[in-house]
Every structure is written in structure tokens, then in C-alpha cells.
């Protein structure tokens, strides 16, 4: 299994970024997708996940409201798109899958992992 995040740049408070995440080795519907982020000297922090079949979503506190998590079937990739950012957002961002039911927000019950995507949001 293979994740490959990509979207990631450099933008200014409250503009708008789409990240997109792309899975290879695993049929979609078999697994939930998480996002993640981790700020230097911070902790990983879970970000969004949708369920297996999207009928499931879940964000922290901090984005709710701001991002959204879906499934975009032309692309077959699961994206996230980050309105209103701030310069707290700035962190490198990773998609995980799951094999797990429900809105699973624990980094441990993530199986697979990309190797991230930096988004530097400037003030």
C-alpha cells in the first residue's frame, strides 16, 4: 500500500488550499482515510477523516468549520480543502488509512502513512 500526499505550498492567512491524497494497492471502500498534520516541535494531530463509504466524517476543533474532507471519484483521490487558513495551519500534512470502522481519530489506528506535504501559511 502506497499514499502519496500532494498540494501542499506556501500561502497567506486566509487564503484557500486543496490537498490531495492518493492511495495505490488498496480498493477504495476498504479502508477509511485520515489527515494529520505536525507543526515543528509539536506533536502529530489529527486533522479530518472520512469513513469508508463517506458516511462518517470527523474534524478536530480547531478546523472544524474551516476544512472539509471528501472523495473526489474523476481523481480517485480523497482530498482536503483548507479554507480560511491560518498561520497555526503551518505544519506538514500526512494521509493515513485505516482498516478500522468508525470515525477513527487515534494516529495509532492508522495503518499506512504518506510521506506528507508542507503548508506554510504566512501572516
Known amino acids: 500500500v502506497q499514499l502519496q500526499a500532494s498540494g501542499g505550498g506556501l500561502v497567506q492567512a486566509g487564503d484557500s488550499l486543496r490537498l490531495s491524497c492518493t492511495v495505490s494497492g488498496r480498493t477504495w471502500g476498504t479502508y477509511a482515510l485520515g489527515w494529520f498534520r505536525q507543526a515543528p516541535g509539536r506533536e502529530r494531530e489529527f486533522v479530518a477523516m472520512r469513513s469508508r463509504k463517506g458516511s462518517v466524517t470527523r474534524y478536530s476543533d480547531s478546523v472544524k468549520g474551516r476544512f472539509a474532507i471528501s472523495r473526489d471519484n474523476a481523481k480517485n483521490t480523497v482530498d482536503l480543502e483548507m479554507n480560511s487558513l491560518k498561520p497555526e495551519d503551518t505544519a506538514v500534512y500526512y494521509c493515513?488509512?485505516?482498516?478500522?470502522?468508525?470515525?477513527?481519530?487515534?494516529?495509532?489506528?492508522?495503518?499506512?502513512w504518506g510521506p506528507g506535504t508542507l503548508v506554510t501559511v504566512s501572516s
Open positions: 493515513a488509512i485505516t482498516f478500522q470502522y468508525g470515525g477513527v481519530q487515534s494516529a495509532e489506528d492508522y495503518a499506512y
